[in-house]
């Protein structure tokens, strides 16, 4: 490079050399020219200035270095005719001229910055500072801090404010009320000391609730849906009114059948020889959804039993192995049961809660289930008869009161034997034979939502309010594994995988998590199932026969679809008007689905 930057010559001339050496002789001061080349070297940092160059819309569309000593002035791009003859802009000095075309100036240490253009010093106290800045922010206007002390011109919305203008003036003191006299407790003049409440942020002691009008209202509409959900296919205006269910009294039961038996003299406890025969094809044991008879997402609606409760349902349930009967319970207090593969018809209703009907829960032949309700009691009931056999308190007392049971589980492995997850942290293991309880389990510090049972019935696990989740072994009431993060939250409902490798539960984060069943119970971080709006309420979710499908209800009345192996949603629609609560899958037919939601209605999709 220094070789290059020293050569030079003036001329091409044979005698150049001479010539220059007779110049060098005849001045003394004379120096030899050299020319300096500078290649893609950064320009200096006196004149790092940069020229604007704007469209018609006074876009910027290019920056220019400026022409000038010691300036780089090589362009690294080819730029059009017109953007180079375009004016300049930039920011001006207080005269007009454009700091751009203004000759750089020396610093100094009074002046601030470098380069042409001038700049104005502006200095304010710390204390007045904040203190118009605090007006501001408080009344919306401040004093003007450029037209110098003496002005009293102020910036924001002054309208109403005549105390911004005024930097010395006083905020108005708020007027607190009486303290009270200490001798006066309630009432008015009570004392209330310092705690005296301003003038201005006087609370309007009203309650908060719906009108008269609207309260009457409301009553008559739970007295038409009382007189109309007794009907035999759901609709409206096709049955007598029913009185409500009076605790004390003898529980009550409805066949709505045209008749009890067939010419062959069989219930619809029969199962019919499709069914018979598809019991338990479908399903599988790998847990991967590897099967046969693939799962699908139902496409249509097959039947809705509309106002199928008063007040919302809760739960639905097929029957174990066949799935041709459909239960049903609601905030009625009442118990229905669907014929799910025939003529899709109401059957037989039960009545025996003075109040709604949490769960409802099948043993596992089918022939008895068991109904928990918010009245306090879990009641057996006979699926053919609906004849009520046994009747459970959640208190030792035998009232009911004080607890209610949220939910209510047989051993799949004794029929004879049930949990009840209840409301004051319990867990009771009841025998039916003997009409009482036998065992408690007692760890939890909330009510107690869910119960599941796995590994072959050996063990179970219930979740609770208090957002842990507990393994116990059946019969000992000691908990041999706590599922509890600070991370967690609370998942009132639980589902098995069909292969029974897995347990699907509905966190009230918006997500299902999946835990594994295996000797070390820990969640599987990298299977979730999310998507759906579901915190706050205890939507249950389901499996497909086969395990391939998850399903679930959403706080918006939507039923979501999820693929096993993937987590990806494979359908999903709007189902109901209100909370979708629950969904069943059919245990034979792996599309047909049932739903149940809080309009009251019960919809069985294909």
């Given at each position: ?9 003036d001329?091409?001339?044979s ?5 220059a ?7 003394k ?9 500078k ?41 059009e ?26 610093t ?13 010093r ?14 501001f ?15 009293a011109?102020?910036?924001g ?7 911004a ?54 009553e ?28 004390g ?21 029969h ?7 598809l ?22 609606l097959?039947?809705?039993?509309k ?27 009442m118990?229905?049961?669907f ?86 942290k ?11 309880s ?12 869910s ?16 957002k ?5 072994e059946?019969g000992?009431p000691?908990v ?5 993060d600070?991370a ?33 119970i ?19 979710p389901?499996?497909?026969p ?61």
């Amino acid at each position: 490079m220094d070789i290059l930057n020293q050569y030079g010559s003036d001329n091409d001339g044979s005698d150049s050399g001479s010539e220059a050496a007779a110049t060098a002789a005849t001045s003394k001061y004379a120096q030899q020219v050299v020319r300096q080349y500078k290649v893609d070297t950064a320009p200096d940092t006196i004149g790092n200035r940069q020229i604007a160059i704007a469209n018609d819309s006074n876009q910027v569309v290019a920056l220019l270095p400026p022409a000038g000593a010691g300036q780089q002035r090589e362009m690294h791009h080819n730029m059009e005719y017109a953007q180079m003859m375009r004016p300049l802009v930039g920011p001006a000095d207080p005269d007009g001229t454009l700091l751009a075309n203004k000759p750089p100036t020396t610093t100094s240490s009074s002046s601030i910055g470098g380069g042409g253009g001038t700049a104005e010093r502006q200095a304010i106290e710390e204390a007045a500072f904040r203190e118009q800045e605090r007006l501001f922010w408080r009344h919306g206007s401040a004093r003007d801090p450029s037209v110098g002390a003496s002005a009293a011109a102020t910036v924001g919305n002054s309208k109403g404010n005549a105390r911004a203008a005024d930097a010395g003036g006083k905020r108005a003191r708020r007027r607190r009320d009486k303290a009270g006299d200490p001798a006066i407790v309630r009432d008015e003049g009570a004392y209330q000391g310092p705690w005296a409440q301003f003038e201005s942020e006087k609370k309007r002691a009203e309650t908060s609730g719906p009108t008269d009008a609207q309260r009457a209202a409301h009553e008559q509409r739970m007295a038409a849906f009382a007189e109309t959900s007794g009907a035999a296919d759901g609709a409206p205006g096709a049955a007598r009114p029913r009185p409500a269910y009076v605790a004390g009294q003898p529980e009550r039961t409805q066949l709505h059948a045209p008749t009890e038996r067939d010419y062959q003299g069989r219930t619809y406890m029969h199962v019919p020889g499709e069914l018979r025969r598809l019991g338990g094809a479908v399903r599988s044991d790998d847990g991967a959804g590897a099967q046969t008879a693939g799962s699908a997402p139902p496409s249509r609606l097959l039947r809705e039993w509309k106002g199928a409760h008063a007040g919302g349902a809760s739960a639905v349930r097929f029957i174990p192995t066949s799935g041709h009967l459909l239960l049903s319970s609601g905030m009625d207090g009442m118990v229905k049961l669907f014929d799910a593969h025939g003529s899709l018809a109401l059957l037989r209703s039960y009545g025996g809660h003075s109040l709604g009907v949490r769960d409802i829960s099948f043993a596992p032949d089918g022939r008895s289930f068991l109904s928990s309700s918010y009245d306090g009691f879990t009641k057996l009931w006979d699926t053919e008869t609906g004849a009520c056999t046994a009747a459970f308190a959640a208190c030792n007392r035998g009232t009911g009161g004080g607890a209610s049971p949220n939910v209510a589980r047989f051993c799949p492995a004794d029929a004879n034997v049930f949990l009840a997850g209840l409301s004051d942290k319990r867990i009771v293991q009841w025998d039916v034979r003997a009409r009482e309880s036998t065992l408690e389990y007692n760890q939890h510090l909330g009510a107690v939502n869910s119960l599941t049972f796995f590994d072959s019935s050996r063990r179970f696990v219930s979740s609770s309010d208090d957002k842990t989740m507990r393994v116990w072994e059946f019969g000992i009431p000691v908990v041999i594994k706590l599922i509890a993060d600070a991370a967690m939250h609370s998942m009132p409902a639980v589902a098995l995988h069909p292969s029974g490798r897995w347990l699907a539960a509905q966190s009230m984060d918006n997500r299902i998590v999946v835990f594994g069943t295996g000797d070390r119970i820990r969640p599987h971080r990298r299977k979730v199932f999310a998507g759906h709006l579901a915190a706050g309420f205890a939507c249950q979710p389901a499996f497909a026969p086969d395990g391939a499908v998850l399903a679930s209800g959403d706080a918006e009345g939507r039923v979501w679809c999820w693929d096993w192996r993937s987590a990806a949603v494979v359908a999903r629609w709007s189902a109901h008007d209100k909370v979708a609560i629950c969904a069943d899958w059919h245990p034979c037919l792996p599309s047909r689905l049932a739903t149940c939601s809080w309009d009251g209605s019960v919809k069985y999709w294909e």
